[in-house]
């Protein structure tokens, strides 16, 4: 489970040191800042820098039982720390929050720059971080290649800004004439045993694809 502590910005590095450093390792099985890749524009082109993807906090894994041994080793470090808190309880984030974070996420919990083309008034990733995620995008700002998109943390909406590189905006015809092309380097999953997904009609007709979830409730699938 993923608690989440407060930090001095700034300081996040330093205090995962001093973490690392003083914190006793029963307690916890990691420690990290989450981070995005940023596109940057220099004289020689577009560079990756990552940077915080939430300035000031940091992610705690560890079992509920920790927490009360967790609050007192808290206290014997230099840098600055608190727990957020769900009312006045200290509770893990919750698990489908948990489970969007792991998903944009790669394994060093840094989201990687996505890449998409317009399609008419939609969106459509084709690899990266969002790949999965075209309708959480609430902004795209393509000058600067970066995208606005909610998470929620304890049931609140934080925005947050990652990459995204918009290679080119098509019409729908366009897409249907030359899908194939685009899809072409997402379609090496043949050591995917997740359920194959056909597309049958709507403007990614004759695309497949791997199931990733099915929300009973909604009746809405999400596919890779």
């Not at 420690?31 to 993807?53: A, D």
């Not at 919990?109 to 995620?133: A, E, P, T, W």
């Not at 998109?149 to 609140?156: A, E, I, N, P």
């Not at 007709?205 to 699938?221: A, F, Q, W």
Request: net charge neutral; with cysteine; aromatic share 10%.
């Amino acid at each position: 489970m993923w608690y989440v502590i407060q930090v001095l910005t700034g300081e996040e590095n330093n205090t995962i040191l001093e973490f690392n450093h003083f914190i006793p390792k029963n307690l916890y099985r990691n420690i990290f800042c989450p981070l995005y890749e940023s596109l940057r524009k220099t004289q020689k082109g577009w560079i990756k820098v990552k940077k915080k993807l939430f300035p000031g906090y940091l992610f705690i894994d560890m079992d509920e039982e920790n927490v009360t041994g967790m609050c007192d080793a808290l206290k014997t470090l230099v840098k600055k720390t608190r727990f957020l808190k769900n009312t006045d309880t200290i509770l893990p984030i919750y698990e489908d929050e948990q489970n969007y974070l792991m998903a944009i996420m790669n394994e060093d919990y840094c989201v990687s720059v996505s890449k998409g083309y317009i399609i008419g008034d939609k969106v459509c990733i084709i690899s990266g971080g969002l790949k999965n995620f075209n309708g959480k995008i609430k902004k795209i700002d393509r000058h600067k290649r970066s995208a606005e998109l909610d998470v929620f943390l304890y049931g609140h909406i934080t925005r947050i800004s990652v990459s995204l590189e918009i290679i080119q905006k098509i019409t729908e015809d366009n897409f249907i004439q030359n899908k194939n092309e685009i899809t072409e380097n997402d379609n090496n999953d043949s050591l995917d045993n997740r359920p194959k997904v056909n597309i049958i009609n709507g403007i990614f007709t004759g695309i497949t694809g791997r199931l990733i979830s099915t929300n009973e409730t909604t009746k809405e699938s999400t596919v890779s």
